[in-house]
């Protein structure tokens, strides 16, 4: 049953709100991934487009798959470089060169194409990332996990780096 967040009001004594940037605090999960958006993929590319902008705000920085660092304007991911894609895009970059039907290879698409995860063990908020990912290049896909959590169960691969805690 879906239920709304009005839905607690007359539940509740005292009630208080905020607002917080969208991009950053939600991705509504309600549909198949058959479905164009609010899908599990969909809520998976928000917490990598996360995970992007945490480690670029850290001093990190990503290149694409011929070694070009990419622009700093984090976005939603697409296909261009999901390793669980079948095909691979035919310019061998990750990148879509417009043959495919999905557009062509623009900053949109480029933007797009990250892939990050980064364990809870080793920030919730982007808290301490400077000092690990500072002045670094990364290729996608990159996973950062604890020296104290179970690895290589992401959906992914293995972690790129494990980090000592």
Not at 33 to 46: G, L, V
Not at 52 to 71: C, E, K, M, Q, T
Not at 133 to 144: A, D
Request: glycine share 8%; with cysteine.
């Amino acid at each position: 049953m879906e239920k709304f967040v009005f839905d607690v009001f007359r539940f509740a004594d005292r009630f208080c709100s905020w607002e917080v940037l969208r991009e950053d605090e939600f991705s509504a999960l309600k549909n198949a991934d058959t479905a164009a958006d609010c899908t599990p993929k969909t809520c998976r590319h928000a917490l990598y487009n996360l995970h992007y902008r945490y480690i670029l705000n850290a001093g990190g920085r990503f290149s694409d798959l011929a070694g070009s660092v990419l622009p700093e304007i984090p976005g939603n991911i697409s296909p261009a470089l999901d390793i669980t894609r079948e095909k691979p895009y035919p310019n061998g970059n990750g990148i879509s060169n417009g043959d495919e039907g999905s557009g062509s290879s623009s900053d949109e698409e480029v933007k797009k194409s990250i892939i990050v995860e980064i364990s809870p063990m080793v920030t919730y908020a982007g808290e301490g990332l400077a000092e690990l990912v500072k002045g670094n290049i990364y290729s996608s896909p990159l996973i950062i996990a604890s020296s104290k959590e179970s690895v290589g169960k992401s959906r992914i691969r293995k972690p790129s780096f494990i980090v000592d805690q």
